[in-house]
């Protein structure tokens, strides 16, 4: 939600904004717009982690040469009338899993299913972003994909996992649907980098420190506890699922993997990450899914809430809804000062205009 003196920018000066910083740090127009895409669509249903706040990440892999900004295209290594094995060539994650999620939806319409898998990749941004894109065309769209290690599993004091999120997105009726997307470690880490810039301490069962030992100072962060937290509150389910995601992306398409990923930030060596998608038509499956998944949706918001009117029981997707009816009202996306500061600092070092708030 909005809070007093944020700042309101329109998403048309946003998606511009992005445009300018990664085509000055290199990157193709085209493949530019793609990852501009992605970056205002998490900030528009209010996962601000994925968002503008990833701009400098983006901006200095293009400049650096670790990530290339053009000069290629993702590349399909080997298919069969239902998956598909794809090579991102190391272009920008967004335009790889654009590639990869379209070419899952185009099998799932011909043969029910498709899952695709992909190597050569990098951060592609917010999993949600691709099975929206599924849903879009009244798919079941799934997204899943490996990151550097920043998590610690059960028990240890390393990092070798990422918070490799999960992601289904599934139509209901009348625009209605059921979009779950979270990482599985606590949060992810760009959630951290917010707290520290708006220097707020971390909630209970979010990071840990250099001993692995949990801390609340985002500046002492060392590695992120899996969804659960501490192993007494079932950390390890957390652990196993950022595995199995490990599973699906890196290790099945053939890219890197858990330890063998490059850590996160100020990287000298290419990701080589991992993503997969999968998408089924749920036609081919039941006549009437979208009545069916609207079911179960109405029924768990009309429980009773145990907090009261004011905060009604929800299902996964209706906080992104609110936020965007929120962002619709007031004509763009709210912003801290601070998350304003930070991307008039990126305007400044690559000498582009500066993002324009709303009057």
């Not at 994909?145 to 996992?161: A, E, F, G, M």
């Not at 707290?195 to 069962?205: K, T």
């Not at 499956?285 to 004011?310: A, K, N």
Request: glycine share 12%.
């Amino acid at each position: 939600m909005a809070t007093e003196g944020d700042i309101v920018i329109s998403k048309t000066e946003l998606h511009d904004f992005a445009v300018r910083c990664v085509v000055a740090a290199g990157a193709d127009p085209n493949h530019a717009t793609d990852l501009a895409d992605v970056l205002l669509t998490a900030d528009y249903r209010g996962h601000f982690s994925h968002g503008m706040n990833r701009l400098e990440m983006y901006s200095s892999e293009l400049q650096s040469g670790v990530c290339r900004g053009g000069g290629a295209s993702p590349e399909i290594v080997r298919q069969t009338v239902a998956t598909a094995l794809v090579e991102g060539h190391n272009l920008l994650g967004p335009v790889v899993g654009k590639f990869a999620v379209d070419l899952a939806i185009q099998k799932a319409k011909e043969a029910g299913i498709g899952m695709v898998t992909v190597r050569g990749s990098n951060h592609f941004g917010m999993a949600g972003h691709y099975s929206l894109r599924a849903m879009e065309h009244g798919l079941i769209g799934m997204s899943f994909t490996n990151t550097s290690p920043v998590l610690n599993p059960t028990r240890s004091k390393d990092q070798v996992l990422g918070t490799n999120p999960i992601c289904m997105a599934a139509p209901g009726k009348d625009g209605d649907n059921f979009v779950l997307d979270m990482a599985t470690s606590s949060v992810a880490l760009g959630k951290i980098e917010i707290q520290e810039r708006r220097n707020r301490p971390l909630p209970p069962g979010w990071a840990v420190d250099a001993d692995g030992k949990e801390t609340y100072d985002p500046k002492k962060v060392k590695g992120l506890l899996p969804l659960g937290g501490t192993e007494e509150s079932s950390g390890y389910k957390g652990y196993g699922l950022s595995m199995m995601v490990d599973v699906l992306t890196g290790i099945l398409s053939g890219g890197s993997f858990g330890p063998h990923i490059r850590f996160w930030k100020g990287a000298s060596r290419v990701a080589n990450l991992g993503h997969c998608f999968i998408v089924f038509d749920p036609k081919a499956f039941t006549d009437d899914f979208e009545d069916r998944m609207s079911e179960l949706i109405d029924y768990c918001r009309q429980l009773e809430s145990v907090e009261g009117p004011d905060k009604p029981v929800i299902v996964a997707g209706d906080r992104a809804r609110k936020h965007m009816e929120m962002c619709d009202k007031l004509g763009g996306i709210p912003y801290h000062p601070k998350q304003v500061d930070f991307m008039n600092e990126m305007a400044k070092k690559f000498n582009i205009t500066p993002v324009k708030p709303l009057t």
